[in-house]
């Protein structure tokens, strides 16, 4: 590997490793990482990252809106060499598209885009002390032999630097989201109670019999159990 690209790789690197998730969305995280990932490889002209989604694979993130029209045809067959990056955990290359046979339909589409030679990466995560894979990177370029056996190398360790930061980010986020779900649960759970309390003081009722009540006012009004009871908390101090 040429000192250059040497000193490249350990430049983004080093900011990668001290990206903070939590400044970030996910999607703002995705990008970040995806236009870092093109200043490794010097000939990558494009890049994307392909993640699994609620409905499979999809490319979550790209540099150009190429790579999700070429990425489209690994999904639509079930084949292509960023979803064998995913499944066995190994990098894939090609170094002249229109000699290469594995994926007929990625190569059709990457011609149809003026690609000629690809590289896609997995995403590994060690978890337990194992690898697993999350999802994979990958880049493209116009000309034939644009990777090298160097860049394949700094590739993968890119992205074992990404997929730590992104495994990070999406732990920050869902967590993020939990706690606000939970926060938001507590305080509906307070106002009902104190909704409860109440009926119980004005009706000489139980405290099921409170529950029956504005179990029956949300049904009967379609509004959430919560703003009915906020309701009748307001009124008491009115």
């Not at 292509?80 to 190994?90: K, V």
């Not at 046979?101 to 990466?121: D, E």
């Not at 999802?135 to 090298?148: I, T, V, W």
Request: glycine share 6%.
């Amino acid at each position: 590997m040429a000192d250059f690209e040497s000193d490249a790789l350990r430049e983004t690197l080093l900011a990668l490793s001290q990206f903070f998730v939590g400044d970030s969305s996910i999607e703002e995280t995705l990008n970040r990482v995806a236009e870092m990932a093109v200043k490794v490889l010097p000939h990558a002209e494009l890049a994307g990252i392909t993640m699994m989604g609620p409905r499979g694979p999809e490319t979550s993130v790209f540099t150009d809106p190429e790579s999700p029209q070429i990425d489209q045809s690994q999904y639509d067959s079930g084949e292509g060499p960023c979803l064998d990056a995913f499944r066995y955990q190994e990098a894939y290359r090609i170094d002249v598209m229109e000699d290469d046979r594995r994926w007929p339909a990625f190569a059709k589409a990457c011609l149809q885009h003026g690609v000629q030679s690809t590289l896609s990466v997995p995403l590994l995560i060690s978890r337990d002390g194992d690898d697993g894979a999350f999802g994979a990177m990958n880049f493209y370029a116009h000309r034939p032999k644009a990777f090298s056996g160097a860049d394949v190398e700094a590739a993968e360790m890119f992205a074992r630097t990404g997929a730590v930061v992104l495994a990070n980010a999406k732990a920050y986020w869902e967590a993020y989201m939990l706690s606000e779900g939970l926060a938001e649960a507590m305080k509906s759970r307070a106002v009902i109670e104190q909704a409860k309390g109440v009926l119980m003081s004005q009706s000489r009722i139980t405290s099921d019999d409170a529950m029956d009540i504005l179990r029956r006012a949300s049904q009967r009004e379609n509004r959430k159990l919560r703003d009915i009871a906020a309701d009748i908390v307001a009124q008491t101090h009115s």
